[in-house]
C-alpha cells in the first residue's frame, strides 16, 4: 500500500524558512521520481519540485531560487527546504511519486498534506 506522510509545517513570518519532510512507502522509493505539489485555498493544486533517484532537480519558476528539494533514500524521505517565504506560499503542500523528471504530475494517491501558512 502507497502512503506518503508530509510533515513540517507551521505559521513563518513573509521572509522566513521552513523545512518540509515526507515519508514514503509502498513503492521502490530509491528508483522513484519524488516530488512537491501544493494548494492554496480556492486553487487547484500544482506541482512545486521533482528529484530523480540520482538527484537531478526540476523547480517550478516561482520558487526557484527559493525552495529546494533534496531526498534521503535510507529513511525513504524527501525534503523541500524554503526561504524567503511569501505570503503567496500559504497552501497545503503534498509529496509525491512521478513518471519523470519533467513531468508535473503524480502518479499515487495523496497524502494529508502539511499546512504551511506565510503571515505577519
Known amino acids: 500500500q502507497v502512503q506518503f506522510v508530509e510533515s513540517g509545517g507551521d505559521l513563518v513570518q513573509p521572509g522566513g524558512s521552513l523545512r518540509l519532510s515526507c515519508a514514503a512507502s509502498?513503492?521502490?522509493?530509491?528508483?522513484?521520481?519524488m516530488g512537491w505539489f501544493r494548494q492554496a485555498p480556492g486553487k487547484q493544486r500544482e506541482w512545486v519540485a521533482t528529484?530523480?533517484?540520482?538527484?537531478?532537480?526540476n523547480y517550478a519558476d516561482f520558487v526557484k531560487g527559493r525552495f529546494t528539494i533534496s531526498r534521503d533514500n535510507t529513511r525513504n524521505t524527501v525534503y523541500l527546504q524554503m526561504v524567503s517565504l511569501k505570503t503567496e506560499d500559504t497552501a497545503v503542500y503534498y509529496c509525491n511519486r512521478l513518471p519523470q523528471l519533467r513531468s508535473s504530475w503524480a502518479l499515487d494517491s495523496w497524502g494529508q498534506g502539511t499546512q504551511v501558512t506565510v503571515s505577519a
Open positions: 528529484i530523480s533517484s540520482g538527484c537531478s532537480t
Open positions: 509502498g513503492i521502490p522509493f530509491s528508483l522513484a521520481f
